[in-house]
């Protein structure tokens, strides 16, 4: 009896070593973390906050720290890449536009809103679902009675995926 939970838990802490090494991102080949490397990119590109540049999940875990901390993020330059998706809200008619990106297993879908100042749509945007990248500066508005967040951007591009 002994022996089984001392090989359960052995088992156990195996499993978890390799869900972490795994999902790491890192390659073994290169020694600079996966933060740096990003922060060295959008410093070169004046971005404060790279995402196009993350995995899926760092990504995650960026985008929620900006969700539930905006005050940390207002004014500053974040860069995304994703699925240009849109929403319409059905009693305004008012349109969101969407940069979403998708988790590994195709599960879970997070974004941002943004707002591309001089253009119109749809005859300057992307088409819907394509590959973008985005780059703006973070901003919180309210409306009927909530906080979002969202993007002010001048560089919308589409990408190849």
Same mark, same amino acid.
Request: charge should be negative.
């Given at each position: =009896?002994? /022996?089984?939970?001392?090989?359960?838990?052995?088992?156990?802490?195996?499993?978890?070593?390799?869900?972490?090494?795994? #999902?790491?991102?890192?390659?073994?080949?290169?020694?600079?973390?996966?933060?740096?490397?990003?922060?060295?990119?959008?410093?070169? %590109? &004046?971005?404060?906050?790279?995402?196009?540049?993350?995995?899926?999940? =760092?990504?995650?875990?960026?985008?929620? &720290? =900006? =969700? &539930?901390? $905006?005050?940390?993020?207002?004014?500053? !330059?974040?860069?995304?890449?994703? +699925?240009?998706?849109?929403? +319409? &809200?059905?009693?305004?008619?008012?349109?969101? /536009?969407?940069?979403?990106? !998708?988790?590994? !297993?195709? #599960?879970?879908? +997070?974004?941002?809103?943004?707002?591309?100042?001089?253009?119109?749509? $749809?005859?300057? /945007? $992307? %088409?819907?679902?394509?590959?973008?990248?985005?780059?703006?500066?973070?901003?919180?508005?309210?409306?009927?009675?909530?906080?979002?967040?969202?993007?002010?951007?001048?560089?919308?591009?589409?990408?190849?995926?």
């Amino acid at each position: =009896m002994k /022996y089984k939970r001392i090989f359960a838990i052995l088992m156990c802490v195996a499993v978890l070593v390799s869900v972490f090494a795994g #999902c790491s991102g890192k390659d073994d080949s290169d020694s600079k973390s996966e933060s740096q490397k990003t922060e060295s990119v959008a410093d070169a %590109q &004046n971005v404060d906050v790279d995402l196009s540049k993350l995995s899926t999940t =760092m990504f995650y875990s960026e985008l929620a &720290n =900006m =969700m &539930n901390n $905006p005050a940390s993020y207002v004014g500053k !330059t974040v860069k995304i890449r994703g +699925q240009f998706t849109l929403t +319409q &809200n059905s009693e305004t008619n008012q349109k969101y /536009y969407n940069v979403t990106v !998708t988790d590994a !297993t195709a #599960c879970c879908q +997070q974004g941002l809103e943004f707002i591309w100042t001089g253009h119109n749509y $749809p005859e300057d /945007y $992307p %088409q819907v679902n394509s590959t973008i990248e985005v780059t703006g500066v973070f901003q919180t508005y309210d409306e009927n009675g909530l906080t979002y967040c969202h993007l002010i951007s001048d560089d919308v591009k589409t990408v190849a995926d």
